[in-house]
Protein backbone atom coordinates (compact mmCIF):
# COMPACT_ATOMS: atom_id res chain seq x y z
CA UNK A 1 0.00 0.00 0.00
CA UNK A 2 1.53 3.57 -0.79
CA UNK A 3 0.70 7.31 -0.18
CA UNK A 4 0.98 8.89 2.74
CA UNK A 5 -0.48 8.49 6.36
CA UNK A 6 -3.35 9.82 7.09
CA UNK A 7 -2.40 10.90 10.63
CA UNK A 8 0.89 12.43 9.52
CA UNK A 9 -1.44 14.30 6.62
CA UNK A 10 -3.44 15.86 9.18
CA UNK A 11 -0.94 16.50 11.80
CA UNK A 12 0.97 18.72 8.74
CA UNK A 13 -1.83 20.24 8.28
CA UNK A 14 -2.65 21.46 11.17
CA UNK A 15 1.16 23.00 11.25
CA UNK A 16 0.69 24.10 7.54
CA UNK A 17 0.39 27.88 8.35
CA UNK A 18 -3.15 29.27 7.38
CA UNK A 19 -1.70 31.72 4.66
CA UNK A 20 -0.23 28.63 2.82
CA UNK A 21 -4.45 28.06 2.41
CA UNK A 22 -5.14 23.88 2.38
CA UNK A 23 -4.80 21.33 -0.91
CA UNK A 24 -7.91 20.11 -2.34
CA UNK A 25 -9.31 17.05 -0.75
CA UNK A 26 -12.46 14.49 -0.68
CA UNK A 27 -15.32 15.30 -3.45
CA UNK A 28 -13.13 18.69 -4.63
CA UNK A 29 -9.97 16.49 -6.01
CA UNK A 30 -12.13 14.03 -7.46
CA UNK A 31 -13.55 16.89 -9.20
CA UNK A 32 -10.29 18.40 -10.58
CA UNK A 33 -9.26 14.77 -11.76
CA UNK A 34 -12.23 14.47 -14.05
CA UNK A 35 -10.93 17.99 -15.23
CA UNK A 36 -10.12 17.82 -19.28
CA UNK A 37 -7.18 20.03 -18.29
CA UNK A 38 -5.91 18.07 -15.37
CA UNK A 39 -3.19 15.27 -16.69
CA UNK A 40 -0.57 13.11 -15.00
CA UNK A 41 -1.22 14.52 -11.91
CA UNK A 42 -1.38 18.38 -12.53
CA UNK A 43 -3.29 21.12 -14.32
CA UNK A 44 -1.83 21.69 -17.44
CA UNK A 45 -1.57 24.66 -20.11
CA UNK A 46 -3.63 24.53 -23.48
CA UNK A 47 0.23 24.84 -24.50
CA UNK A 48 3.84 24.75 -23.21
CA UNK A 49 4.02 27.18 -20.39
CA UNK A 50 6.39 27.01 -17.28
CA UNK A 51 4.81 25.71 -14.34
CA UNK A 52 6.91 26.63 -11.56
CA UNK A 53 11.03 27.96 -10.77
CA UNK A 54 14.10 26.17 -11.93
CA UNK A 55 15.94 24.08 -9.65
CA UNK A 56 15.96 23.79 -6.20
CA UNK A 57 13.78 26.14 -3.36
CA UNK A 58 16.89 27.45 -1.86
CA UNK A 59 18.26 28.03 -4.98
CA UNK A 60 14.64 29.91 -6.10
CA UNK A 61 14.53 31.72 -2.40
CA UNK A 62 18.28 33.07 -3.09
CA UNK A 63 16.99 34.75 -6.37
CA UNK A 64 13.88 36.02 -5.14
CA UNK A 65 15.17 38.02 -2.12
CA UNK A 66 18.81 39.36 -4.63
CA UNK A 67 18.67 42.35 -3.94
CA UNK A 68 19.50 43.17 -7.84
CA UNK A 69 16.50 41.42 -8.94
CA UNK A 70 14.08 42.94 -6.82
CA UNK A 71 15.32 46.71 -7.15
CA UNK A 72 14.35 46.18 -10.80
CA UNK A 73 10.65 45.45 -10.22
CA UNK A 74 10.59 49.19 -8.23
CA UNK A 75 9.45 52.31 -9.18
CA UNK A 76 11.98 55.12 -9.55
CA UNK A 77 9.81 58.08 -7.42
CA UNK A 78 6.29 57.92 -5.64
CA UNK A 79 3.58 56.32 -7.16
CA UNK A 80 0.82 58.63 -7.24
CA UNK A 81 -2.78 57.82 -6.43
CA UNK A 82 -6.05 59.03 -6.94
CA UNK A 83 -8.02 58.57 -3.53
CA UNK A 84 -10.92 56.85 -4.23
CA UNK A 85 -14.13 56.79 -1.52
CA UNK A 86 -17.39 55.11 -1.51
CA UNK A 87 -19.28 58.38 -2.01
CA UNK A 88 -17.31 58.23 -5.19
CA UNK A 89 -18.08 55.14 -6.34
CA UNK A 90 -21.86 55.69 -4.88
CA UNK A 91 -22.25 57.75 -8.65
CA UNK A 92 -23.04 54.79 -11.16
CA UNK A 93 -20.95 55.13 -14.21
CA UNK A 94 -23.31 56.95 -17.12
CA UNK A 95 -21.88 54.82 -19.40
CA UNK A 96 -23.25 51.80 -17.41
CA UNK A 97 -19.37 50.50 -17.21
CA UNK A 98 -16.69 51.77 -15.49
CA UNK A 99 -12.87 50.11 -13.80
CA UNK A 100 -11.39 51.21 -11.42
CA UNK A 101 -7.55 50.09 -10.29
CA UNK A 102 -7.16 49.43 -7.04
CA UNK A 103 -3.55 48.24 -7.08
CA UNK A 104 -1.17 45.28 -9.22
CA UNK A 105 -4.42 42.78 -10.35
CA UNK A 106 -6.55 44.58 -8.25
CA UNK A 107 -9.75 46.10 -9.97
CA UNK A 108 -13.42 47.01 -9.36
CA UNK A 109 -15.21 46.73 -12.04
CA UNK A 110 -18.46 48.24 -12.64
CA UNK A 111 -20.99 46.88 -15.13
CA UNK A 112 -24.43 47.77 -15.41
CA UNK A 113 -25.26 48.16 -11.89
CA UNK A 114 -23.37 45.40 -10.55
CA UNK A 115 -19.55 45.56 -8.77
CA UNK A 116 -16.96 43.03 -9.17
CA UNK A 117 -13.81 43.18 -7.59
CA UNK A 118 -10.85 41.11 -9.38
CA UNK A 119 -8.09 39.41 -7.19
CA UNK A 120 -8.01 41.88 -4.41
CA UNK A 121 -5.12 42.63 -2.57
CA UNK A 122 -5.10 45.09 0.32
CA UNK A 123 -1.87 43.04 2.85
CA UNK A 124 1.12 45.00 3.47
CA UNK A 125 3.28 42.08 1.54
CA UNK A 126 2.64 39.62 -0.83
CA UNK A 127 3.72 36.62 1.41
CA UNK A 128 2.71 34.24 3.83
CA UNK A 129 4.78 36.31 6.19
CA UNK A 130 4.62 39.90 7.64
CA UNK A 131 8.25 40.73 7.48
CA UNK A 132 9.34 39.52 3.77
CA UNK A 133 8.16 39.53 0.36
CA UNK A 134 7.21 41.92 -2.48
CA UNK A 135 6.08 45.02 -0.45
CA UNK A 136 3.02 47.36 -1.36
CA UNK A 137 4.44 50.27 -3.48
CA UNK A 138 1.53 52.78 -2.42
CA UNK A 139 -1.39 52.94 -0.25
CA UNK A 140 -4.73 51.34 -1.02
CA UNK A 141 -7.25 54.33 -2.97
CA UNK A 142 -9.98 53.23 -0.72
CA UNK A 143 -10.11 51.25 2.44
CA UNK A 144 -11.48 47.81 2.32
CA UNK A 145 -13.93 48.16 5.42
CA UNK A 146 -15.70 50.89 3.11
CA UNK A 147 -15.43 48.63 -0.04
CA UNK A 148 -16.65 45.31 0.98
CA UNK A 149 -20.03 46.26 1.52
CA UNK A 150 -20.89 47.48 -1.98
CA UNK A 151 -18.73 44.52 -4.03
CA UNK A 152 -21.69 41.76 -5.09
CA UNK A 153 -18.82 39.02 -6.49
CA UNK A 154 -15.20 38.60 -5.69
CA UNK A 155 -13.33 36.94 -8.55
CA UNK A 156 -9.92 35.11 -8.08
CA UNK A 157 -7.25 34.36 -11.45
CA UNK A 158 -5.21 31.89 -9.69
CA UNK A 159 -3.90 31.03 -5.96
CA UNK A 160 -0.88 33.59 -6.18
CA UNK A 161 0.17 35.59 -3.23
CA UNK A 162 -0.52 38.17 -5.21
CA UNK A 163 -3.74 37.77 -6.76
CA UNK A 164 -5.45 36.04 -3.41
CA UNK A 165 -4.48 37.73 0.10
CA UNK A 166 -5.78 35.87 3.02
CA UNK A 167 -6.16 38.96 5.08
CA UNK A 168 -8.08 40.63 2.48
CA UNK A 169 -10.72 37.22 1.80
CA UNK A 170 -10.97 37.04 5.07
CA UNK A 171 -11.97 40.73 5.62
CA UNK A 172 -14.58 40.43 2.34
CA UNK A 173 -16.47 37.31 3.48
CA UNK A 174 -18.02 39.89 6.04
CA UNK A 175 -19.87 41.49 3.15
CA UNK A 176 -22.57 39.57 1.04
CA UNK A 177 -20.42 39.46 -1.81
CA UNK A 178 -20.20 35.71 -3.54
CA UNK A 179 -16.95 34.49 -4.67
CA UNK A 180 -16.37 33.09 -7.97
CA UNK A 181 -12.63 31.38 -8.59
CA UNK A 182 -11.05 28.69 -10.43
CA UNK A 183 -11.28 25.05 -9.49
CA UNK A 184 -9.54 24.10 -6.91
CA UNK A 185 -8.63 27.34 -5.04
CA UNK A 186 -12.48 27.00 -3.37
CA UNK A 187 -9.86 24.90 -0.67
CA UNK A 188 -7.67 27.51 -0.01
CA UNK A 189 -11.31 30.22 0.81
CA UNK A 190 -12.71 27.37 2.69
CA UNK A 191 -9.97 26.87 5.01
CA UNK A 192 -10.40 31.10 5.85
CA UNK A 193 -13.86 30.89 6.79
CA UNK A 194 -15.72 31.28 3.20
CA UNK A 195 -18.85 29.01 3.48
CA UNK A 196 -19.93 26.73 0.42
CA UNK A 197 -22.88 28.38 -0.22
CA UNK A 198 -21.05 31.78 -1.15
CA UNK A 199 -18.58 29.78 -2.85
CA UNK A 200 -18.91 28.78 -6.69
CA UNK A 201 -15.02 26.97 -8.46
CA UNK A 202 -15.37 26.31 -12.45
CA UNK A 203 -13.02 24.55 -14.93
CA UNK A 204 -12.45 26.69 -17.86
CA UNK A 205 -15.56 27.08 -20.05
CA UNK A 206 -17.83 26.89 -17.09
CA UNK A 207 -20.33 29.20 -16.66
CA UNK A 208 -22.30 30.65 -13.73
CA UNK A 209 -24.47 33.35 -12.76
CA UNK A 210 -24.27 36.03 -9.90
CA UNK A 211 -26.76 38.94 -9.73
CA UNK A 212 -27.27 38.97 -13.06
CA UNK A 213 -23.82 38.90 -14.77
CA UNK A 214 -22.55 35.74 -16.22
CA UNK A 215 -18.82 34.36 -15.00
CA UNK A 216 -16.96 32.46 -17.60
CA UNK A 217 -13.07 30.68 -16.82
CA UNK A 218 -10.85 30.78 -19.71
CA UNK A 219 -8.58 29.05 -20.78
CA UNK A 220 -5.19 30.88 -19.78
CA UNK A 221 -1.07 30.40 -19.41
CA UNK A 222 0.03 30.30 -16.08
CA UNK A 223 0.68 28.25 -12.91
CA UNK A 224 -0.05 27.76 -9.36
CA UNK A 225 0.92 27.34 -6.16
CA UNK A 226 1.09 29.10 -2.12
CA UNK A 227 3.15 26.64 -0.35
CA UNK A 228 6.91 25.18 -0.66
CA UNK A 229 5.33 21.68 -2.27
CA UNK A 230 3.70 23.10 -5.63
CA UNK A 231 1.29 20.39 -6.23
CA UNK A 232 -0.74 22.17 -9.41
CA UNK A 233 -3.81 20.82 -8.67
CA UNK A 234 -5.24 24.62 -8.37
CA UNK A 235 -6.36 25.98 -11.64
CA UNK A 236 -5.68 29.20 -13.22
CA UNK A 237 -7.99 31.31 -15.45
CA UNK A 238 -8.39 34.34 -17.19
CA UNK A 239 -12.42 35.75 -16.94
CA UNK A 240 -15.09 37.10 -19.08
CA UNK A 241 -18.25 38.73 -17.13
CA UNK A 242 -20.91 39.58 -19.37
CA UNK A 243 -24.22 41.62 -18.07
CA UNK A 244 -26.67 42.84 -20.07
CA UNK A 245 -25.26 45.70 -21.73
CA UNK A 246 -21.72 45.68 -21.11
CA UNK A 247 -18.89 42.69 -21.17
CA UNK A 248 -15.19 42.65 -19.52
CA UNK A 249 -12.56 40.42 -20.27
CA UNK A 250 -10.04 40.06 -17.14
CA UNK A 251 -6.08 38.95 -18.45
CA UNK A 252 -2.42 40.50 -18.14
CA UNK A 253 -1.95 43.07 -21.25
CA UNK A 254 -5.38 44.53 -20.59
CA UNK A 255 -4.48 45.22 -16.87
CA UNK A 256 -1.10 46.44 -17.60
CA UNK A 257 -3.20 49.13 -19.32
CA UNK A 258 -5.21 49.59 -17.27
CA UNK A 259 -2.79 50.11 -14.26
CA UNK A 260 -1.15 52.77 -15.73
CA UNK A 261 2.03 50.97 -17.60
CA UNK A 262 3.64 50.51 -20.72
CA UNK A 263 2.84 47.24 -22.31
CA UNK A 264 6.21 46.33 -24.67
CA UNK A 265 4.73 45.74 -27.87
CA UNK A 266 7.02 44.05 -30.29
CA UNK A 267 6.36 42.05 -33.74
CA UNK A 268 7.25 38.38 -33.72
CA UNK A 269 10.77 38.70 -34.97
CA UNK A 270 11.78 41.52 -32.75
CA UNK A 271 10.18 39.57 -29.97
CA UNK A 272 12.42 36.42 -31.00
CA UNK A 273 15.59 38.35 -31.42
CA UNK A 274 15.06 39.72 -28.18
CA UNK A 275 14.25 36.89 -25.51
CA UNK A 276 17.25 35.20 -27.55
CA UNK A 277 19.53 37.71 -26.27
CA UNK A 278 17.95 37.89 -22.98
CA UNK A 279 16.90 34.94 -21.98
CA UNK A 280 17.53 32.00 -24.18
CA UNK A 281 21.32 32.13 -25.44
CA UNK A 282 22.10 32.75 -21.24
CA UNK A 283 20.41 29.84 -20.30
CA UNK A 284 22.53 28.14 -22.83
CA UNK A 285 25.55 29.80 -22.01
CA UNK A 286 25.22 28.79 -18.67
CA UNK A 287 24.25 25.77 -19.34
CA UNK A 288 27.54 25.15 -21.44
CA UNK A 289 29.46 26.55 -18.41
CA UNK A 290 27.69 23.91 -16.02
CA UNK A 291 28.93 21.36 -18.32
CA UNK A 292 32.26 21.61 -17.87
CA UNK A 293 31.55 20.75 -14.20
CA UNK A 294 29.94 17.48 -15.01
CA UNK A 295 33.38 15.24 -14.95
CA UNK A 296 35.42 17.56 -12.83
CA UNK A 297 37.54 15.84 -10.17
CA UNK A 298 35.51 16.32 -6.96
CA UNK A 299 38.30 18.24 -5.31
CA UNK A 300 37.80 21.06 -8.27
CA UNK A 301 34.21 21.49 -7.18
CA UNK A 302 34.69 21.93 -3.36
CA UNK A 303 36.67 24.78 -3.98
CA UNK A 304 33.51 26.67 -5.87
CA UNK A 305 32.33 29.60 -4.69
CA UNK A 306 29.38 31.93 -5.14
CA UNK A 307 30.58 32.98 -8.32
CA UNK A 308 30.31 29.81 -9.95
CA UNK A 309 26.38 29.09 -8.55
CA UNK A 310 25.70 32.69 -10.06
CA UNK A 311 27.13 32.13 -13.35
CA UNK A 312 25.34 28.91 -13.55
CA UNK A 313 22.19 28.91 -11.84
CA UNK A 314 20.07 29.15 -14.52
CA UNK A 315 21.42 25.76 -16.01
CA UNK A 316 19.21 24.13 -13.65
CA UNK A 317 15.88 24.49 -16.06
CA UNK A 318 13.99 21.31 -17.05
CA UNK A 319 15.98 20.31 -19.65
CA UNK A 320 12.35 19.57 -22.20
CA UNK A 321 11.24 22.41 -21.31
CA UNK A 322 14.12 24.58 -22.74
CA UNK A 323 14.39 22.30 -25.57
CA UNK A 324 11.16 23.34 -26.79
CA UNK A 325 11.38 26.68 -26.15
CA UNK A 326 14.56 26.72 -28.07
CA UNK A 327 13.56 25.04 -30.69
CA UNK A 328 10.76 27.80 -31.31
CA UNK A 329 13.33 30.16 -31.22
CA UNK A 330 16.39 28.55 -32.93
CA UNK A 331 17.45 30.98 -35.81
CA UNK A 332 17.58 34.29 -33.23
CA UNK A 333 19.24 32.38 -30.57
CA UNK A 334 22.00 30.50 -33.13
CA UNK A 335 22.39 34.42 -34.31
CA UNK A 336 23.11 35.93 -30.82
CA UNK A 337 25.70 32.66 -30.44
CA UNK A 338 27.43 33.37 -33.33
CA UNK A 339 28.28 36.71 -32.24
CA UNK A 340 29.37 35.49 -28.47
CA UNK A 341 32.19 32.86 -30.37
CA UNK A 342 33.78 35.26 -32.20
CA UNK A 343 33.99 37.29 -28.86
CA UNK A 344 34.91 34.04 -27.30
CA UNK A 345 37.84 32.78 -29.96
CA UNK A 346 38.97 36.01 -29.90
CA UNK A 347 39.10 36.01 -26.09
CA UNK A 348 40.95 32.55 -26.71
CA UNK A 349 43.64 33.51 -29.00
CA UNK A 350 44.35 36.74 -26.40
CA UNK A 351 44.72 34.61 -23.49
CA UNK A 352 47.05 31.99 -25.95
CA UNK A 353 49.31 35.08 -26.36
CA UNK A 354 49.33 36.49 -22.62
CA UNK A 355 52.67 33.58 -21.73
CA UNK A 356 55.84 33.30 -23.27
CA UNK A 357 55.90 36.09 -25.58
CA UNK A 358 57.90 39.14 -26.41
CA UNK A 359 56.58 42.15 -24.32
CA UNK A 360 55.13 44.57 -26.63
CA UNK A 361 52.94 41.34 -27.55
CA UNK A 362 51.90 40.89 -24.12
CA UNK A 363 51.31 44.38 -23.50
CA UNK A 364 49.09 43.95 -26.53
CA UNK A 365 46.88 40.72 -25.08
CA UNK A 366 46.26 42.46 -21.85
CA UNK A 367 44.77 45.37 -23.52
CA UNK A 368 42.60 43.70 -25.53
CA UNK A 369 41.53 41.38 -22.30
CA UNK A 370 41.14 44.27 -20.43
CA UNK A 371 38.69 46.03 -23.68
CA UNK A 372 36.71 42.55 -23.50
CA UNK A 373 36.45 42.98 -19.31
CA UNK A 374 35.50 46.53 -20.18
CA UNK A 375 32.92 46.03 -23.35
CA UNK A 376 31.15 43.50 -20.14
CA UNK A 377 30.98 46.20 -17.16
CA UNK A 378 29.36 48.46 -20.32
CA UNK A 379 26.72 45.68 -21.13
CA UNK A 380 26.12 44.89 -17.47
CA UNK A 381 25.44 48.84 -16.65
CA UNK A 382 22.60 48.84 -19.32
CA UNK A 383 20.61 45.98 -17.23
CA UNK A 384 17.90 47.59 -15.87
CA UNK A 385 18.38 48.90 -12.05
CA UNK A 386 16.28 51.19 -9.77
CA UNK A 387 17.68 55.23 -10.02
CA UNK A 388 17.79 56.41 -6.11
CA UNK A 389 18.50 60.04 -5.07
CA UNK A 390 20.55 59.16 -2.56
CA UNK A 391 22.92 55.82 -1.91
CA UNK A 392 21.27 53.80 0.44
CA UNK A 393 23.35 52.44 2.82
CA UNK A 394 22.69 48.50 4.70
CA UNK A 395 24.66 45.98 6.59
CA UNK A 396 24.63 42.69 6.03
CA UNK A 397 24.39 40.35 9.19
CA UNK A 398 25.81 36.65 8.53
CA UNK A 399 23.50 34.09 10.09
CA UNK A 400 24.17 30.52 10.43
CA UNK A 401 21.21 28.76 9.63
CA UNK A 402 20.73 24.96 9.92
CA UNK A 403 19.45 22.88 6.38
CA UNK A 404 16.35 21.63 8.20
CA UNK A 405 12.61 22.59 6.70
CA UNK A 406 11.32 25.88 8.00
CA UNK A 407 14.29 27.29 9.09
CA UNK A 408 14.65 30.19 6.83
CA UNK A 409 10.82 30.70 7.98
CA UNK A 410 11.57 30.80 11.82
CA UNK A 411 14.77 33.13 11.01
CA UNK A 412 12.30 35.79 8.92
CA UNK A 413 9.95 35.45 12.08
CA UNK A 414 12.68 36.08 14.52
CA UNK A 415 13.62 38.89 12.52
CA UNK A 416 10.00 40.51 12.36
CA UNK A 417 9.96 40.49 16.16
CA UNK A 418 12.86 43.41 15.80
CA UNK A 419 10.14 45.20 13.90
CA UNK A 420 12.75 46.24 10.96
CA UNK A 421 12.12 45.35 7.40
CA UNK A 422 14.39 42.74 5.29
CA UNK A 423 16.12 44.62 2.75
CA UNK A 424 17.87 41.96 0.52
CA UNK A 425 18.95 38.27 1.45
CA UNK A 426 21.73 36.28 0.61
CA UNK A 427 21.92 32.75 0.70
CA UNK A 428 24.80 30.60 0.71
CA UNK A 429 25.50 26.86 1.27
CA UNK A 430 27.96 24.57 0.44
CA UNK A 431 28.68 20.88 -0.58
CA UNK A 432 28.17 18.58 2.43
CA UNK A 433 27.52 21.01 5.10
CA UNK A 434 24.95 20.86 7.66
CA UNK A 435 23.77 24.56 7.79
CA UNK A 436 24.04 27.75 5.23
CA UNK A 437 25.21 31.12 5.37
CA UNK A 438 22.24 33.66 5.16
CA UNK A 439 23.17 36.81 4.88
CA UNK A 440 20.44 39.45 5.80
CA UNK A 441 20.98 43.16 4.61
CA UNK A 442 19.19 45.70 7.08
CA UNK A 443 19.47 49.63 7.23
CA UNK A 444 22.54 50.31 9.18
CA UNK A 445 20.44 52.43 11.99
CA UNK A 446 18.34 48.62 12.50
CA UNK A 447 21.18 46.76 13.24
CA UNK A 448 21.54 46.45 17.00
CA UNK A 449 18.22 45.15 17.22
CA UNK A 450 18.06 42.55 14.69
CA UNK A 451 21.44 41.33 16.71
CA UNK A 452 20.00 42.05 19.92
CA UNK A 453 16.93 39.77 18.48
CA UNK A 454 18.70 37.06 16.68
CA UNK A 455 20.88 36.36 19.49
CA UNK A 456 18.11 35.95 22.59
CA UNK A 457 16.25 33.74 19.75
CA UNK A 458 19.29 31.35 20.10
CA UNK A 459 20.81 32.42 16.15
CA UNK A 460 24.54 32.04 15.47
CA UNK A 461 26.28 35.26 14.03
CA UNK A 462 29.48 36.57 12.90
CA UNK A 463 31.15 39.17 15.03
CA UNK A 464 31.71 41.82 12.61
CA UNK A 465 28.69 42.75 9.92
CA UNK A 466 29.48 43.43 7.21
CA UNK A 467 28.98 47.14 5.25
CA UNK A 468 27.10 47.13 1.88
CA UNK A 469 26.55 50.55 -0.13
CA UNK A 470 23.67 50.21 -2.32
CA UNK A 471 25.00 51.98 -5.80
Known amino acids: ?38 ANGVFVNPVGARTGPSGSMLKFASTYFRKEERIRRAPAGAVPVHPTTVADLAAPPASGLRLTWMGHSSVLAEIDGRRVLFDPVWGQRCSPFSMVGPKRLHPVPVPLRELAPVVDVVVISHDHYDHLDMPTI ?36 ESTEVAGLTLTATPA ?108 NADAVADVLDGFAKDLERLIAVLRALPGTESEARRQAAADLQELLRRGNRGHARVPHKQRSQPAEYVAIP ?73
Open 399 to 471: VAVPDQPGALARLFSTVGEAGVNIEDVRIEHSLDQPSGLVELLVESTSVAGVRRVLDANGWTMREKPLLVGDA
Open 221 to 328: RHFCGRGLRNTQHTLWASWVVAGPEHRVYHSGLELVSLCGGVPVLMDTDAHDRAVALTSHAPHLVASMMAARLEHAEAEHIRVSGQGLRDVTRIAAGEPALWSDILTA
Open 170 to 205: RALVRGHAMFVVPLGVGAHLERWGVPADRMTELDWH
Open 1 to 38: MTGSHPTRSRFAAALRPAAFGADPAGERMERIRRSPNF
